[in-house]
């Protein structure tokens, strides 16, 4: 989704203080701007997840908000995921940038810490409804771990599930509604579409793009009753005998079930790929469910496809929970102004719109409700893996510890075959070891 920036650089801002002056900023017990203030511009950067479908969908909002509000027009900007680091980090520093921004979740920490974001108050908290309206894990990368500052009020979640192929299961014999309850089945459902004799492989998972493997791999760390760091997010626990457990398991399945032309894609990739008849299985959000329902007549969905929920640990279910939250930032010209902006986008009519026209899900818990998010089959898997999904912890360092796990865990994705434990634990530790030293340092964000 995006390319993380490795390097942890000291960044000093030019600016300081809750929102900077220029006459239409919010009082302490004042939200909004009102519709008799002078007419101003926002400009509002956003990162593409699903290309033009994105694009059409933010523009409608932009018209829908600018007739609620003719006195404030939005200016969307697009920004590449791979660009979206640094250009934040120099609109930041130099004063120069958007009014209101996309932030992906695990960078609310690090630019939390580097005082960019301007906090929202607790009047326009409630404005919005309140932290209740959001689900529980998106909630939580809206701060800095730690502190009471919300700097990235929820707008989009990225939530996985299991999409299969309902021919190649039928072919190998296996009943969807017991083929992936838990890691034992799962498994076996592999074995037997291997064994059935068919020329589709069993899964489809990317491996070139370190990063998303990391969102593929956690939900088995946490399933097995792992963690990547400890509560307090100061250490790594990844070498820990449950996490090595889950990394074991999702390792095995790679590198016995895995179509070798999908391991040589990069994660984004694989949807696609998939739908031309790439493997039987893939992980992938719930964006994917619009595009197959949209073109069912493609060689990998001819047959029928259907979604699952991720299968259960010995430790219980879970999932990857990611997506985008929307700030504010510090140099914003008009930050009264932006709030309405951001007021509109987190709302209920603008969360259920949108999300019916992207694919994407809402954010906001109530959104799904009269939609085909709630009533479909194919979108019931990720009804059950919101209230599953699990976020990684938003510390300033996040940036960092990820770029350190997508460095070693290379390793384990590039092997020849299925490495045994003690090899992974090894790996692990190597990785502990790496992470634990990067977090000596408090100061480090990986923003430059």
């Known amino acids: ?34 519709p008799d203030q002078p007419a101003v511009e926002l400009e509002f950067w956003y990162m593409p997840y699903g290309g033009p479908i994105q694009d059409r969908a933010v523009i409608q909002e932009t018209e829908e908000f600018h007739k609620a509000h003719p006195n404030i027009t939005i200016k969307p900007v697009r920004i590449q995921w791979s660009d979206a680091l640094t250009r934040l980090s ?3 520093t130099s004063g120069e940038g958007p009014d209101v921004t996309v932030l992906g979740t695990t960078w609310v920490g690090g630019f939390s810490a580097l005082d960019a974001l301007r906090p929202y108050t607790e009047p326009e908290i409630a404005a919005v ?23 990235a009020l929820p707008w989009l979640t990225d939530v996985r599930a299991l999409f299969y192929r309902k021919d190649v299961l039928a072919k190998a014999g296996v009943d969807p509604a017991t083929a992936f309850t838990d890691w034992t089945a799962f498994e076996a459902t592999l074995q037997k579409i291997k064994d059935s004799g068919g020329t589709v492989r069993p899964l489809a998972i990317g491996n070139e793009n370190n990063f998303g ?16 760091l400890n509560d307090t997010g100061d250490k790594s626990l990844l070498g820990e005998s449950p996490a090595v457990d889950g990394v074991t398991y999702y390792q095995r399945l790679v590198h016995r079930y895995d179509d070798p032309e999908a391991m040589k894609l990069e994660s984004s990739d694989v949807p696609e790929a998939f739908a031309k008849g790439v493997g039987a299985i893939t992980i992938d959000n719930s964006q994917s469910v619009g595009d197959y329902l949209a073109d069912p007549d493609r ?8 979604t699952a929920p991720m299968p259960a640990g010995p430790e219980g279910r879970f999932g990857f929970f990611g997506g985008s ?3 504010i930032l510090k140099a914003a010209k008009h930050p009264a102004a932006a709030f309405e902006w951001v007021k509109f986008l987190t709302g209920e009519e603008s969360q259920r ?96």
């Open 213 to 228: 493997i990391i969102h593929n791999v956690a939900p088995f760390i946490w399933g097995a009753g792992g963690n990547l």
């Open 299 to 306: 060689p990998g969905l001819r047959g029928g496809w259907g």
């Open 353 to 448: 719109r949108y999300s019916v026209s992207s694919g994407l899900w809402p954010a906001r818990t109530s959104a799904i409700k009269g939609t085909r998010l709630e009533s479909d089959p194919a979108y019931a898997a990720f009804r059950t893996m919101i209230a599953a999904g699990r976020m990684y912890p938003s510390i300033p360092a996040w940036i960092v510890v990820e770029s350190i796990i997508a460095k070693d865990l290379a390793e384990l994705w590039q092997a020849p075959a299925a490495l045994t434990r003690a090899q992974v634990q090894d790996i692990l530790q190597r990785t502990t070891n790496d992470i634990d030293e990067a977090l000596r340092d408090p100061t480090q964000t990986g923003i430059k």
């Open 129 to 151: 409804g309140g932290q209740d309206v959001f689900a529980p894990a998106s909630w939580s990368a809206s701060h800095r771990l730690g502190s009471d500052q919300i700097t």
């Open 325 to 327: 939250g929307l700030a």
């Open 90 to 92: 120099t609109a930041t």
């Open 1 to 34: 989704m995006r390319r993380t920036v490795f390097a942890a650089l000291a960044v000093t801002l030019l600016l300081s203080g809750c929102a900077r002056s220029t006459g239409d900023g919010p009082s302490a017990d004042t939200v909004g701007y009102p």
